[in-house]
């Protein structure tokens, strides 16, 4: 089975310019999450959906950041403008949590890169 | 306060050797969960194990094995036999039933298996 899918894997961008990272979670999975790592911060929750539907956005840096998920298949963050502090690794990660709560294990994406000058 | 600290920022071994990396944390609630997660050189997060805590019991897979101890707040992994290819960062996570999808993440302890 296909695991999470992230795209681009690199990204190499001039401060200002709009960024547009993509993910594809694990099918059937009805929880989505985007992290971003760096030394500094470790890994930080930016937000979730669940069912499409944006839940907890708290761990948004600013409102330069925004997320979408249009279906149970697909998601963006998006970055516009972008800044050299924002270059980290963006993770998407999925989970699938049955109503007992039996299994909300997270399964992550390779990540992208993300590198502003 | 930190919820879950891993105290190894950074451990070597010679192959073959075996290694606990340590993680503690802190809840006040009395159902949680914990979790490992390994980081290799190329990036990616991988699962390892999930723990509830009302289940205490130690787990083995293959050269891996865990040790939840709730009487000292504790979820440590040990690698018998260290190879080459588990160097990598461990992270040791823990959510909570009230915000089961937030999880907090340790700091990550690297290892380094050296041949």
């Known amino acids: 089975d296909a695991g999470v899918i992230q795209s681009p894997r690199h990204e190499v961008t001039e401060m200002g310019q709009e960024v547009t990272l993509r993910c594809k979670p694990i099918?059937?999975?009805?929880?989505l999450f985007w992290y971003r790592q760096t030394m500094m911060r470790g890994l930080e929750l930016l937000i979730y959906f669940n069912n499409n539907v944006p839940i907890d956005d708290s761990g948004m840096p600013e409102d330069r950041f925004s997320a979408k998920m249009p279906n149970a298949s697909f998601s963006t963050l998006k970055i516009q403008p972008s800044e050299p502090r924002d270059s980290a690794v963006y993770f998407c990660?999925?989970?699938?949590?049955?109503?007992?709560?039996?299994?909300?294990?997270?399964?992550f994406g390779p990540g992208t890169r993300l590198t502003v000058l | 306060a930190q919820k879950v600290t891993q105290a190894q920022t950074e451990i070597s071994v010679v192959e073959k050797e075996d290694v606990t990396l340590d993680c503690v944390y802190e809840?006040?609630?009395?159902?949680?969960?914990l979790f490992w997660y390994k980081q290799p050189p190329s990036g990616e997060l991988v699962f390892l194990i999930r723990r509830n805590s009302f289940d205490e019991q130690n787990e083995i897979s293959g050269r891996y094995s865990w040790n939840f101890q709730k009487s000292t707040s504790s979820f440590n992994f040990t690698i018998t036999a260290s190879q080459v290819v588990d160097s990598a960062v461990y992270f040791c996570a823990l959510s909570e039933l009230d915000n089961f999808n937030k999880f907090y993440f340790g700091s990550g302890t690297k290892l380094n298996v050296k041949p």
């Open positions: 809840t006040r609630d009395t159902t949680y969960y």
């Open positions: 099918s059937g999975h009805d929880y």
């Open positions: 990660a999925s989970s699938l949590v049955l109503a007992t709560i039996s299994y909300n294990e997270q399964f």
